[in-house]
């Protein structure tokens, strides 16, 4: 596990229910899984990019059903950045935090 200056901390904390903070870098994502199968993530940037490195407020979700016209697939849920949208982009966060409490609903 990565340590991280406080008060970032690794994504395997990270909360599922609420928008965080997070560093983002695509270039660290990687591409398949052992398997030959796309990462979730890359699954994700396939359909829509991703996410440019740097700092964003994020949120868990996006889980994709393709139809039967579309050729059946399901991507489970994924961080994506919080921009008010339907889940569009994809971001792969190395390292989060709470967003501060003074910023919370600002341009909302």
Do not use: N
Request: hydrophobic residues 35%.
């Amino acid at each position: 596990m990565k340590k991280f200056a406080k008060p970032w901390q690794g994504m395997e904390s990270a909360p599922h229910d609420r928008p965080i903070l997070a560093f983002v870098d695509d270039s660290s994502a990687p591409y398949e899984e052992e398997s030959g199968i796309l990462t979730v993530y890359r699954a994700h940037t396939e359909a829509f990019g991703g996410a440019t490195t740097g700092f964003h407020i994020i949120r868990w979700g996006g889980e994709y059903d393709g139809g039967e016209d579309e050729g059946y697939c399901h991507i489970p849920d994924w961080w994506f950045v919080d921009d008010g949208g339907d889940f569009e982009t994809p971001a792969y966060p190395i390292c989060w935090m709470s967003i501060p409490d003074v910023y919370k609903g600002v341009g909302q």
